[in-house]
């Protein structure tokens, strides 16, 4: 297996056109997990981890641009405050080990739908930069960047630099089904993202489709009928999570069937929406 390592960001996107079966290895998480399990066997690695920049995040332009390599420990200690969300999400995955290495660039590239980085991405409205060398930059939506299992939009000849958050405009909240609480896979999750400014509701569901995507429907209805400085009305909430589990496709495996998969998806759909409403009626009687 031949091991390439660029320094520069130029350099990998030359080694990805030269050699677009190499596989990027970021933290290794992902990667180095399938190939000690013999579950693929690459011609050659792609080490991104002499590129500086893509372990750097940026305030640009009141979004942040977080580099494909920042690791979930930096996102949860300095990012926090500011993607409350994502941090959160950040806080369930794997150990302190993982959350060292693992990166949110890494989620991407596997595009697993089990990710946890994956909800709190779409509810926010998170755009994903790549790049390749002869076609330049390219910004996805993140509700267009999934497209199969373990499938994105990214092409042969891309790499991913950084995915593009705006700060939360208001409460966000993720949660997640596991069979434990740390060092597991999620059984389903859910992300919700208050956007009150532009009366709006973002969501995420992971773990609970083919890829992880949004519950348009239940965005929608929301918008429509939410009083945004009233309390949440049950009915409208319980309204919410059976679109939210309308909006799954799952399936039956080891970790869960889709029945309860889709009954769970309901349970954190009303959970989170009345943490994010309770913040957001104190916010704004403060
Ligand atoms: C013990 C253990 C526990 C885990 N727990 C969780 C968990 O709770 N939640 C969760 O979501 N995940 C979990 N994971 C999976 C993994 O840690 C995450 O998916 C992590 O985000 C991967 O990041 P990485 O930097 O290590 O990626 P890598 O392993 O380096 O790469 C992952 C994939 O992304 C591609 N890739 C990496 N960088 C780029 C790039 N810049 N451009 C294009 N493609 C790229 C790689 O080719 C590969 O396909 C766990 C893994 C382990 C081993």
């Keep these: 297996m031949e091991f390439l390592r660029p320094t520069t960001w130029a350099e990998a996107l030359a080694a990805k056109v030269d050699q677009p079966d190499a596989v990027p290895i970021q933290g290794g998480t992902d990667v180095m997990v399938e190939i000690n399990f013999s579950v693929r066997r690459p011609p050659a690695l792609l080490d991104l981890t002499a590129v500086p920049e893509l372990a750097t995040w940026s305030l640009d332009g009141g979004r942040y641009r977080i580099g494909a390599a920042v690791p979930y420990s930096v996102i949860i200690g300095e990012l926090g405050g500011a993607l409350p969300g994502l941090a959160q999400a950040a806080r369930t995955v794997g150990s302190p080990q993982i959350r060292n290495r ?23 409205g998170a755009a994903v930069e790549v790049e390749s060398r002869e076609r330049g930059v390219r910004m996805i939506p993140a ?3 999934y497209l199969g299992v373990k499938r ?7 790499l991913i630099r950084a995915v593009h958050v705006e700060p939360a405009a208001g409460p966000q909240y993720f949660s997640k089904v596991g069979t434990r609480n740390a060092m597991v896979i999620a059984v389903c999750s859910f992300a919700v993202a208050l956007h009150p400014d532009e009366r709006r509701v973002g969501t ?4 609970a489709a083919p890829t992880p995507r949004r519950a348009r429907e239940a965005e929608e209805f929301l918008a429509a009928e939410l009083d945004w400085s009233a309390p949440l009305q049950p009915a409208l909430l319980a309204r919410f999570g059976e679109l939210c589990a309308g909006a799954a496709a799952p399936i039956d495996d080891v970790r869960g069937t889709a029945g309860y998969r889709r009954h769970a998806i309901a349970v954190l759909a009303r959970r989170t929406l009345t943490w994010a409403w309770h913040d957001h009626l104190e916010r704004r009687a403060a």
């Design 102 to 124: 693992g990166s949110v660039g890494g989620n991407l590239g596997a595009a697993s739908p089990a990710g946890d980085s994956h909800p709190p991405l779409l509810a926010a």
């Design 143 to 145: 509700d267009a960047f």
């Design 152 to 158: 994105s939009a990214l092409l042969p000849d891309e």
């Design 204 to 207: 995420g569901l992971g773990s």
